[in-house]
């Protein structure tokens, strides 16, 4: 298929600013929209393509998709993410997969029973600097990697509800980062002042170390992103707001990137991943093959959300277990 058919189910302001533009971009037809607000729904299909919904089921039946996208909020994601597979079409949900671990790992298990692809929207695995440090880190051996530090903050959340907790609608995605970049966790203490801020501490499968800031103290329109990777040997990359990175090899520096432009608020989908992460779940569905972020990945950083509230709760160390599909 040259140009997979794509419905989106979720018509609002996240999906419209970060999702419906790039359809086109990363190689997908939008066919179908999907809203309980038909106004949103006529919108969306208007501006981008598409016949507008407001029942999925009907929608589906109708166009026939190649691809779902899903962007409706966690609890809605693992509940039709699910109908989706056992309907044999690759879905892509937005983060995170589900309100909880149990949920995200029901969704892996059916799709490695089924065999269709289940991908999790985590932005920061497919933003340009961490493919960047995913290939750096990839010439080194597991135990000589040392330690990574992340400092992540947004502004204040209400924590009342799913999409407005601050661990698990913004703070996931550095969670999602260091499993990416460092491999399983094994061990973790948090604590956190009321929900707000939370200091963590990580010991990696591979024995390597780990610290997260993460606080909803500070300021949307002032991005907060530090990330700083160790290395055995002199070797260290440290990475500022999505966007500006240096690495320092056998205790010499040799690579320096700074674009012109300051992007990592959101000026390209590839600085941010949004539009990256759309093109590589649409060429999987070309060629039937999977994504970096997978929905077994994707449980097994809500396995590590769970362990870091569970942590900050107790003020004791949690012990991080995955389960298999």
């Not at 892996?108 to 289940?118: D, H, K």
């Not at 994504?291 to 590590?304: A, F, G, P």
């Amino acid at each position: 298929m040259s140009e997979p058919r794509i419905c989106i189910v979720g018509a609002g302001s996240l999906s419209s600013s970060r999702i419906y533009p790039y359809i086109a971009t990363a190689g997908g037809q939008l066919v179908g929209v999907c809203d309980l607000d038909k106004d949103k729904a006529r919108r969306n299909a208007r501006m981008w393509g598409g016949t507008a919904y407001t029942d999925m089921g009907a929608m589906l039946d109708a166009e026939k998709p190649d691809g779902v996208i899903i962007c409706i909020g966690p609890a809605q994601h693992a509940g039709l993410a699910p109908a989706v597979m056992r309907l044999g079409i690759p879905v892509y949900t937005e983060k995170p997969p589900a309100t909880c671990a149990a949920g995200a790992l029901a969704a892996a298990r059916l799709a490695e029973e089924t065999g269709v692809l289940c991908t999790t929207a985590f932005k920061k695995r497919y933003a340009t600097c961490y493919k960047r440090a995913k290939e750096w880190l990839g010439a080194f051996a597991p135990e000589n990697l040392h330690s990574i530090s992340i400092d992540y903050g947004s502004a204040r959340y209400n924590n009342d509800a799913p999409l407005s907790e601050f661990l698990l609608d913004f703070a996931i995605h550095a969670i999602d980062l260091v499993g990416y970049l460092f491999g399983d966790v094994a061990e973790v203490l948090a604590f956190t002042k009321d929900h707000h801020s939370y200091a963590v501490s990580l010991r990696f499968a591979c024995g390597a170390v780990g610290t997260m800031n993460l606080t909803d103290g500070r300021a949307w329109d002032v991005p907060t992103e530090e990330v700083e990777i160790t290395v055995e040997g002199g070797n260290f990359m440290t990475i500022h707001n999505s966007s500006v990175w240096r690495i320092t090899q056998d205790g010499k520096a040799c690579e320096w990137r700074e674009p012109a432009t300051f992007v990592s608020g959101g000026d390209s989908g590839y600085e941010t991943g949004h539009l990256t992460e759309i093109a590589e779940f649409i060429e999987a569905i070309r060629t039937g093959g999977q994504t970096r972020s997978n929905i077994y990945e994707s449980y097994k950083s809500m396995v590590l959300y769970e362990a870091i509230r569970d942590s900050a709760a107790s003020r004791r160390v949690v012990n991080v277990v995955y389960e298999q599909c």
